[in-house]
């Protein structure tokens, strides 16, 4: 998939491009002290652990999130959601359990 960047004049002050190309995980709910059981409101490394949870790297997930004490919260905390997207073989797939999940919440 290409993606399309803007020109140097359309950047925005910091200089960085924008791509047109939106990513989002799915519904997951933060584990970090700052916010704490708050839906979509990860921070970085929750979102990254996260995110290779659902590629199948569990093991990874594990091994980055250790680095916190509060890390082993964010796996327990969506275990099940997160088991369920890693089953997923698309984004389509991934939607519709996002949408059984909270349609059960």
Not at 16 to 33: I, Q, Y
Not at 37 to 56: D, K, S, Y
Request: with cysteine.
């Amino acid at each position: 998939m290409e993606r399309a960047v803007q020109p140097r004049a359309a950047r925005p002050a910091d200089g960085r491009p924008r791509t047109e190309l939106h990513r989002s995980l799915p519904f997951l709910v933060a584990g970090n002290p700052v916010s704490y059981g708050t839906p979509f409101r990860l921070n970085t490394v929750e979102a990254f652990a996260g995110a290779l949870c659902i590629l199948g790297e569990r093991d990874s997930a594990e091994r980055l999130l250790s680095k916190f004490t509060w890390g082993h919260t964010f796996l327990e905390l969506n275990e099940e959601p997160l088991a369920r997207y890693a089953g997923c073989a698309d984004s389509a797939e991934v939607v519709a359990v996002q949408d059984d999940y909270l349609a059960e919440e």
